[in-house]
């Protein structure tokens, strides 16, 4: 209770200081800017620098101009707390970020030391939220809803009968591949194999001699994009032929790019597509009008900045004692959607469907049902 107290005066300090100094919001993005991830945080960065134009356009929040820092945390939990540390100094009264959990965790808790309100957009592993810091939200759902629609659907759909289980290790991916796991063993199955990969790893030709001994013919990985691109295009060329399966870590046309053909039928788990929101329209035509198509997480920044400035608004102020109130009571109108948080910061209402990769683009595998009639 006294840290809350020492770091709630020490926000309205720091924000009174930071009003009387500047004629800015200081506000930040951070993700993995550079390294395997950057994909997602090029995204993180296209979403939050449009937001941030916008609503300066619009007149900025509080009639301040909103200036943005992007940090970079290649998705490293010691450069994530580096880059936390920075920002801090620098006076970011909010950060949409981080990206990956392993980074936000750690994180999350140099923004609460020195209160400072934190929006990710993407990190859906259960503890960030469930550690009860008041200052951590997230727009993105969690690994125990997700991994419990994957679930559900393997089985309702009898897609596999024997799976294997990998996960990399990071608290996302390892988050992801269990909550899979106990709601798979909970509906009646048994994976055939649970097993770690290494993040970064190349060369999955020993992992696959074993999967094709165990004649798996669904393997669901806890994990990232590139990871899972590789081992699904190893299979194909060692002559195993069971599907994959993962998580929202898929949503980059990178994926494809790696696997080419061999991606074809991969499953994933996602929000519902935010491009096809009506709110969005304008927004998302904008960036395709760029040249760029706002995929995956690019849309979730853009609404976490979003977040922050209504919330603003209202309080009248960016002091997070003054934030938190609002953020807890308000419904937030973005480009995803409608937006209320529940008490420990985790969207009401937030859901999950099934995609299917498909000719080198993915669509929810509703649609891709209706096609194939």
């Known amino acids: ?25 200081p506000i930040a993005t951070v993700g993995p800017m550079t390294g395997q991830y950057a994909k997602f945080g090029e995204q993180m960065k296209r979403g939050a620098e449009m937001a941030v134009a916008d609503i300066n356009a619009a007149g900025g929040t509080l009639g301040e101009p909103l200036a943005l820092e ?3 945390d290649a998705c490293d939990p010691k450069q994530a707390v580096a880059v936390a540390n920075q920002l801090v100094n620098k006076g970011v009264v909010f950060v949409a970020g981080h990206f990956c959990s392993g980074s936000s965790i750690p994180a999350s808790d140099v923004y609460a030391e020195e209160g400072v309100l934190m929006i ?32 559900d ?10 799976i294997a289980i990998l996960h990399d290790k990071t608290a996302y991916g390892k988050g992801l591949a269990d909550e899979f796991r106990k709601r798979l063993n909970e509906r009646g199955m048994k994976e055939v194999l649970y097993e770690a990969i290494t993040a970064g ?25 590139t990871e899972a691109g590789l081992i699904i295009r190893q299979a194909r060329e060692q002559g195993l032929q069971a599907r994959l399966m993962s998580g929202d870590a898929l949503v980059t046309d990178e994926f494809w790019q790696i696997t080419g053909a061999a991606g074809e039928g991969t499953l994933m788990t996602f929000s ?13 035509q904008r960036f395709l009008d760029q040249g760029y198509d706002p995929e995956g997480y690019t849309l979730y920044t853009y609404a ?6 209504q919330a603003a608004e209202k309080a009248g102020s960016t002091a ?54």
């Open 153 to 162: 659907f393997v089985v309702d759909n009898k897609i596999g009968e024997r």
């Open 120 to 151: 990710s957009p993407a990190s859906t592993n259960p503890k960030l939220t469930d550690r009860g810091l008041p200052n951590v939200f997230r727009v993105a759902g969690r690994d125990d809803q997700q991994g419990q629609v994957a679930a």
């Open 70 to 72: 992007v940090g970079d």
């Open 272 to 284: 519902p597509d935010p491009r096809k929101n009506p709110a969005a329209k304008e927004v998302v």
């Open 1 to 25: 209770m006294r840290r809350l107290s020492v770091w709630l005066a020490g926000a309205a300090i720091a924000a009174l200081a930071v009003g009387s100094a500047s004629a800015e919001v």
């Open 320 to 373: 997070l004692d003054k934030l938190l109130p609002v953020l807890h009571s308000t419904e937030f109108d973005t480009v995803i959607g409608k937006i209320k948080f529940d008490q420990k910061g985790d969207v009401l209402g937030s859901n999950y469907v099934v995609y299917i990769w498909t000719d080198g683009k993915y669509m929810e595998y509703s649609e891709y049902q209706q096609m194939a009639k």
């Open 304 to 309: 976490a900045i979003q977040i922050f400035d």
């Open 201 to 225: 790893e190349k060369d999955f030709s020993a992992l696959i001699t074993k999967l094709k001994d165990l004649n798996v013919d669904l393997i669901y990985l806890g994990g990232y994009h």
